[in-house]
């Protein structure tokens, strides 16, 4: 990633715990300094006055894998476009509803090659692995270029975005450069792998290579710099949370988005399959989207990239 002032002075500044308190205080005025559209980019006619919504799913476990087609189904009677993050390993071992996804029109990311998530289904505990900031650079490495790898032997095509797993804990300035330098060999145009934050520091969307994209996650509307899934919702053991914040958070950010926001204006949400394929909140919070179907654009992140031009 380029040093600048952004990196250096800009990022810690916001990077600690007052700041996060004053965020969790003063959340509108928070959530109105992200929304400033960014002078670097030129949108389509059409997308100027827009919400982007992009809805992503990361499948890190069996579960996953059994619940996708119950998600596909429910994806295509909302006319809904979303993107797949999948560990090269669950692809290999459950290649059919991957694959009908991917020939319905969904996007496929590379999330890696390594399983890194094991789900205890009597629990509903999930136990992480492979974190790719406790590992040496050699080692995670390899795991991307395996992913890559992977995508292009199952659907034939090599991906053209990328998101590390937990990415939550890879997110110094180093360690974000190294990925994309490497990215960008590979020809990725996207990476969808870093907090809220970064949409306070560098914008909801910027290019930390002239040639990569970055599409930091959004955050809730009371606690603009964390992470807004299903996860943090409903299955963190230090959760302070419960099920019907769901559809309160998803409310939330939306009206904002809808009456508030400078346009365009991104909502990048990301889900489990297994966490939410019977969970009426994150059904209810579809339902309230397409209400304001008039107001929305649902682009992969692949589609953007080639829509929308840096500025000259």
């Not at 929304?35 to 799913?57: C, M, T, V």
């Not at 990328?162 to 804990?169: A, C, E, L, N, V």
Request: hydrophobic content about 35%; proline content about 7%.
């Amino acid at each position: 990633m380029h040093t600048t002032w952004r990196s250096q002075i800009w990022e810690p500044m916001l990077n600690n715990r007052v700041v996060s308190k004053l965020s969790r205080l003063m959340p509108f005025a928070f959530q109105k300094a992200s929304s400033k559209p960014s002078k670097s980019f030129r949108f389509p006619a059409g997308w100027q006055d827009k919400i982007i919504f992009f809805l992503s799913f990361d499948c890190d476990t069996e579960k996953d894998a059994r619940v996708v087609p119950t998600l596909q189904n429910e994806l295509h009677r909302h006319g809904l476009k979303a993107c797949f993050a999948v560990p090269g390993m669950e692809l290999e071992k459950h290649p059919e509803p991957y694959r009908a996804l991917y020939n319905a029109g969904h996007e496929f990311l590379n999330h890696g090659y390594q399983s890194h998530c094991h789900l205890k289904e009597e629990t509903n505990e999930y136990i992480s692995s492979f974190f790719y900031n406790q590992l040496p650079l050699k080692t995670w490495q390899t795991d991307v270029v395996r992913g890559h790898e992977n995508i292009v032997q199952i659907f034939g095509t090599a991906p053209r975005g990328y998101r590390t797993p937990h990415f939550g804990s890879f997110q110094s300035v180093l360690q974000l450069s190294s990925l994309y330098r490497l990215l960008s060999q590979y020809g990725y145009r996207y990476s969808t792998s870093t907090l809220p934050l970064k949409r306070f520091v560098y914008g909801q969307v910027y290019r930390p290579q002239p040639d990569l994209w970055e599409f930091p996650l959004s955050g809730m509307f009371d606690n603009p710099f964390a992470v807004f899934d299903s996860w943090s919702i409903r299955f963190d053991p230090d959760r302070r949370y419960s099920d019907p914040d769901y559809f309160r958070i998803f409310q939330q950010n939306l009206d904002f988005a809808l009456h508030h926001a400078r346009r365009p204006y991104i909502l990048n949400y990301y889900v489990d399959p297994s966490q939410v394929f019977d969970f009426d909140g994150f059904y209810q919070s579809l339902e309230y989207l397409l209400q304001h179907r008039d107001a929305l654009m649902n682009p992969t992140y692949s589609e953007f990239t080639e829509k929308v031009m840096p500025s000259t």
